[in-house]
């Protein structure tokens, strides 16, 4: 296990690049990356190329022992390629476009920046192809940071249009898809479809999630590109991309394929923020939500089903949410051995010395603008000390995430407190309170070797996925489905029969009807003898072949079935119609994770998490107070010991549901 930091070496004078290789290299780190924004130094005009600082920046790197991580520059193109070709830049849905003077703001299928990103991508590739100092490379930089997936410029219209006759063939076919007889949206040719631009009313649910899928594939594409050069130039690379958390317009499952392994950047104290519904505690304001972050790297860990990277790494304060309270002190810590319990492989810290000059002076590093070091410097260092050699992460059970089913619900949430992570996460979470691991994994991936699937919010769904989740539980395996799920075809229609439309013969129960219900509104079920709260969503069941498990205690729906169970040989299915508050979460599931015979904890403290990797099982909490491990007899503690206090971590050889927390 590694820990690395992201350098920028054209940021300071070279007569300091040594010592800060010397420092880095002092305190343990292994990877560097570098050279992500640098395609204007690199290239400062047309033809004249300029490489020899980042020679000399690799050099060092080597010289100390480490290893090199290279970008492509691609997400900052220079100021004198965009005065040669401004049909480089996107177009927003109203038509203004996107000028230079930030990050992203290139469209992803302009042929004209296509081929100014195989010119700069080729001889970025050829330059270091024979330099063993280069470990691999992460192509450009967070695609679609900045809302930056969905362009609506000409190039996209005409790749769109073309995206659509590959995928429908005719356009009678496309009209019948989508359903556009509805307020006389029919096309005659392919020729007629543009981007979903303004309009007075809601755009047509289908034509947008093409467009966002298509969208999403233009990324797929753009990035295939960098991939294949860099391969070209060195197939012992390893290519990989930096995504983010719980981001939503890119499909990370599209772009796993042509990445050897999938990388992210986590910035807890951040998210806690901006991407979450609720107001963050005054613990999560120092470290983070360790589901919110834990379920991000189980989803960059389940893309492949392979170890993954932390490409960037909070190292302190940053300056992008909308506060910055300082992390608790152990916290840059505590989140390195977080993403490894998780299965991360390397975790880069971002940035090594604060900037000076441009957009991030807020954003700490390692080391503070005057090179001195801050507490992420000692915290990194120890962190490096304490990581050790690990095999995989062996997940029992597999929760099923798509893309798709979050555009469609994004589409039509139906309710103004609808978020599909936030649904998704009332789940995860549950799983995470009880110690156990998961794979987020996309709906059509291979699901034998689990002994649970839950899939919260599988709104898309066709015979073929019906048919393959009908398998797995014939086959004695056992699926927990949340609301929402079967509403729709994959066009993003109603199917013609009630949900769970093609999967109804399998759960064995049909919903008779829905409501998107506000906090004023009472919401309670009873569930094995006791009263749960819910929230957002409730849907009436109607049991064919399954048993009421859970009966609504309030409004309108009060004595109707809320959540049905099955019984199919070995195999079994709950499905759950509403939006479970974690009591209700925790108790479903951990009756279900009971059933399919997967080991867990009781449920944990809240700011505590277990996770077990390898034979060695991780006690990290997030929250102020001290928390008590209570370990087998003989299990030895490798990191910490049986009092972990407030923002700190202990690693035990054991199993993670043999500890005891109090």
């Known amino acids: 296990m590694s820990i690395g930091v992201c350098y920028f070496p054209e940021h300071w004078p070279s007569d300091r690049w040594e010592r800060d ?310 916290a840059m810590r505590l989140w390195a051995h977080h993403a490894v319990a998780h299965g991360a492989d390397a975790v880069l810290y971002f940035r090594w010395r604060r900037c000076r000059e441009g957009q991030e002076q807020y954003h700490a590093g390692l080391r503070k603008a005057d090179g001195s070091p801050d507490r992420g410097y000692r915290e990194a260092g120890r962190a490096a000390d304490e990581l050790f050699d690990l095999g995989p992460v062996d997940a029992p059970v597999a929760v099923l995430h798509d893309y798709e089913n979050l555009w469609a619900t994004e589409i039509q949430p139906h309710s103004p407190d609808w978020d599909y992570w936030a649904h998704l996460r009332a789940y995860y979470a549950a799983i995470r309170r009880h110690g156990v691991q998961a794979d987020l994994v996309h709906p059509d991936a291979d699901l034998a070797e689990y002994d649970l699937v839950v899939a919260p919010a599988l709104h898309l769904v066709d015979p073929a996925r019906a048919d393959a989740l009908r398998s797995y539980v014939a086959d004695g395996g056992r699926v927990v489905f949340g609301a929402r799920t079967g509403v729709k075809d994959p066009a993003n229609k109603l199917h013609d029969a009630p949900a769970p439309g093609p999967l109804a013969d399998l759960v064995g129960a049909t919903v008779d009807r829905h409501e998107s219900l506000p906090a004023t509104l009472e919401t309670a079920v009873a569930y094995d003898g006791e009263t749960y709260d819910y929230r957002t969503w409730a849907e009436w069941l109607a049991p064919d072949d ?45 009756d279900a994770l009971d059933a399919a015979g997967v080991p867990r904890t009781d449920r944990l403290p809240e700011s505590v998490r277990v996770a077990e990797r390898d034979g060695y099982a991780w006690v990290t909490n997030f929250g102020s107070d001290p928390v008590e491990v209570d370990a087998p007899a003989g299990a030895a503690f490798v990191v910490g010991g049986e009092t972990v206090e407030g923002f700190d971590v202990a690693v035990v050889e054991a199993r993670a549901a043999d500890l005891e927390l109090g």
């Open 21 to 330: 290789v010397e420092l880095m290299a002092e305190a343990g780190l292994e990877y560097v990356r570098m050279a992500e924004f640098s395609w204007g130094r690199v290239e400062p005009a047309r033809g004249e190329f300029d490489f020899e600082w980042l020679d000399e920046a690799v050099e060092l790197v080597g010289e100390y022992g480490m290893e090199a991580v290279l970008c492509t520059p691609t997400a900052t193109p220079p100021k004198w390629l965009v005065d040669e070709r401004p049909e480089i830049r996107q177009v927003d849905r109203d038509g203004t476009v996107r000028h230079w003077g930030s990050r992203r703001f290139t469209c992803f299928n302009s042929e004209a920046y296509r081929e100014e990103t195989e010119r700069i991508v080729r001889r970025f590739a050829e330059r270091y192809a024979d330099d063993p100092r280069v470990a691999g490379w992460q192509t450009d930089n967070e695609y679609g940071c900045h809302a930056t997936v969905r362009c609506y410029c000409e190039d996209c219209a005409a790749a769109f249009r073309e995206w659509l006759r590959e995928r429908y063939g005719s356009i009678e076919a496309l009209n019948e898809a989508w359903g556009t007889a509805f307020w006389s949206q029919q096309y005659d040719s392919f020729g007629a479809v543009e981007p979903p631009r303004p309009t007075p009313a809601e755009q047509h649910p289908s034509r947008l999630l093409d467009y966002y899928r298509f969208s999403s594939d233009s990324v797929a594409a753009y990035n295939r590109l960098h991939a294949d050069l860099l391969r070209e130039a060195n197939d012992d690379w390893f290519v990989t991309h930096n995504f983010m958390g719980d981001f939503g317009e890119l499909d990370a499952h599209a772009l796993a394929d042509d990445l050897d392994f999938l990388a992210w950047d986590s910035y807890p104290t951040g998210f806690v923020q901006d991407r979450r519904q609720g107001e963050p505690t005054a613990d999560e304001l120092r470290a983070g939500d360790p589901d919110e972050v834990g379920m991000n790297h189980d989803l960059y860990r389940g893309a492949k089903r392979r170890p993954f990277w932390v490409m960037e790494q909070q190292p302190g304060d940053v300056n992008w949410p909308p506060h910055a309270p300082q992390p608790a002190d152990g």
């Open 546 to 590: 399954a048993a009421a498990a859970a009966t609504h205690e309030s409004g309108v729906a009060a004595g109707r079935p809320a959540v049905t169970e099955r019984e199919l040989g070995a195999g079994a299915v709950t499905y759950c119609g509403v939006w479970p508050e974690p009591p209700l979460a925790d108790a479903l599931l951990a």
